[in-house]
């Protein structure tokens, strides 16, 4: 009261009006409108009251009227109440309240400060678990921010501890999607093992930023870890191999087995079917049956899940073995000879894999092809003129068989007398032609020499002569001899 009386004394002393406006400085809510009241005394009236603004950066204008910034509302002399509308930052500064009479000008002035709310950032579920490979959204509010947020940005952290790295949502589309001011949430696309860790949501406008707290992403599942067995094996041809894959560690679950086969440099994809077996999740071993020289080579196992495709780092090397019997062969001559009663051995050799059994096939003019024997060598003892042919040895394992080439062997003895006894004594009459055969049985095939009283008279098989006299009747002898020895054969002829 004393100061006011002083104020009121001092103008009226020098007769200019004297603004009051009751406050030194007002604030506003931004976009709420605000009342800077300005009241006038004077003794002799003013005849203009005005407003002046000079904003924070230092630029004036002057209200005189109401617009849609700004309502006056007053007279001349004694009010003038300055109603700045929806605040807006730019309406911070002085506010003049000015009032003119024939004596002078007046003013008093106050400040406008504007305030506003920084946002109210929140993230709803802070613990969040996702399988790799899938997207996820962590969602992100902001509420409260007056005025409304200018920037949204997410940071992250691997460790709680660590500082924080601002996502660039903008320059990796791909991997991000959201995190603006039109959509807080952030999306990360195909989460990785990198992306588990901390994410943080701040939101900003002029009075500040708003931070969330921290949400928690913890990426799950793991790609399978694959691994083939054996290293190396040897198997028969014809025969099964098994080549084992072992899978481990797989989150989710394995959906897809291949097999890669690399042979001279050349990698395919084993087409499982046919011969070949397995492959599948339940059952990833590759199971190839019937095996074949063309199934050698190194294979590879692959496994698929959510999470990726795992290839074995190392192959099974898969060598096919075998082969069927070969260079079979009885040693010695294609002709072997023994002597009625003496004995022989025959000796066979082949090759294969596995090694071959061998076997022995005996034919003859009156025999057909039967097994005689098995081993490596077959023998004959006390042989026999039925023993006599053709023996062939065969070789035979898993993968097949094949023959050796004939031998002969030929069973020789000393010509032997095969005469009936018709043929022994034969009569004849004068004048008739005589035919003795020299009836041996004989191998190798004899030579004959026919004796008539110590005479060479042929050398022929057949001796033909014509009886002309009975001088000519009595004994005759054939000489039969091959290599093995020699038999006489004594013939009677006597008179009709
Ligand atoms: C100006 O504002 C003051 C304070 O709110 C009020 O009392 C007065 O009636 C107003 N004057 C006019 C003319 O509106
Ligand atoms: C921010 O928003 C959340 C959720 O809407 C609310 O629970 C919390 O009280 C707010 N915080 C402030 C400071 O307004
Ligand atoms: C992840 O989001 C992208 C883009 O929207 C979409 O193409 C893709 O199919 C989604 N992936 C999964 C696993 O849902
Ligand atoms: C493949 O193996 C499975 C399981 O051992 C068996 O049931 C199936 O008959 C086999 N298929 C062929 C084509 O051999």
Do not use: E, W, Y
């Given at each position: 009261m004393q100061l006011f009386v002083a104020i009121f004394l001092v103008s009226f002393a020098k007769g200019q009006p004297t603004p009051f406006i009751p406050l030194t400085s007002y604030s506003v809510l931004i976009g709420n409108d605000v009342l800077i009241p300005c009241t006038v005394s004077a003794n002799s009236a003013a005849t203009l009251i005005q407003w002046q603004f000079t904003s924070n950066s230092g630029s004036s204008i002057s209200i005189s009227q109401s617009t849609t910034k700004y309502t006056l509302v007053g007279d001349s002399t004694t009010t003038s109440n300055l109603t700045i509308n929806s605040?807006?930052?730019?309406?911070a500064g002085t506010y003049r309240c000015s009032a003119t009479n024939s004596v002078g000008t007046g003013s008093d002035s106050a400040t406008l400060t504007i305030t506003g709310i920084a946002p109210n950032v929140t993230i709803p579920d802070t613990s969040l678990s996702v399988q790799k490979r899938q997207n996820i959204t962590i969602a992100c509010e902001v509420t409260d921010a007056l005025p409304k947020e200018t920037s949204v940005l997410w940071e992250f952290r691997a460790n709680q501890g660590d500082s924080g790295t601002v996502i660039s949502v903008d320059v990796n589309p791909t991997k991000y999607q959201g995190g603006t001011v039109a959509v807080p949430s952030l999306t990360i696309l195909s989460v990785a093992a990198s992306d588990e860790g901390y994410y943080t949501c701040i939101a900003s406008n002029v009075f500040g930023e708003g931070r969330s707290e921290q949400a928690f992403l913890e990426a799950t599942g793991n790609a399978a870890a694959v691994t083939v067995s054996p290293p190396s094996q040897s198997v028969l041809q014809k025969s099964t191999a098994i080549i084992q894959c072992i899978i481990n560690n797989a989150n989710p679950g394995v959906t897809e087995v291949l097999w890669e086969k690399i042979s001279s440099g050349t990698t395919s994809l084993v087409i499982v079917t046919g011969r070949f077996n397995g492959s599948t999740p339940s059952l990833p071993n590759l199971i190839i049956s019937d095996l074949q020289p063309s199934d050698q080579g190194t294979y590879y196992c692959s496994a698929r899940n959510a999470i990726g495709t795992s290839r074995s780092s190392t192959g099974s090397n898969l060598i096919v073995t075998g082969a069927v019997p070969n260079n079979v062969q009885i040693v010695g001559a294609t002709t072997q000879l023994v002597n009625l009663g003496g004995s022989l051995t025959l000796q066979c050799a082949g090759q294969g894999d596995p090694a071959p059994t061998l076997s022995w096939i005996f034919s003859s003019s009156t025999s057909d092809a039967t097994t005689v024997g098995t081993g490596t060598t077959y023998s004959i003892t006390n042989a026999q003129r039925t023993n006599g042919g053709t023996y062939v040895c065969r070789g035979t394992n898993s993968l097949g068989s094949t023959d050796s080439q004939g031998v002969t062997v030929d069973v020789q003895y000393t010509p032997i007398d095969a005469r009936t006894d018709a043929q022994k004594s034969i009569s004849a009459a004068v004048g008739s032609t005589i035919s003795l055969v020299c009836a041996v049985d004989a191998n190798p095939v004899a030579r004959y020499e026919w004796y008539r009283s110590n005479l060479?008279?042929?050398?022929?098989?057949e001796y033909t002569f014509a009886l002309?006299?009975?001088?000519?009747l009595g004994s005759y002898t054939c000489k039969a001899t091959n290599s093995r020895g020699s038999v006489e054969l004594r013939y009677t002829l006597f008179e009709d």
């Open positions: 605040a807006a930052l730019t309406d060479l008279v042929s050398i022929k098989r002309s006299s009975l001088a000519l």
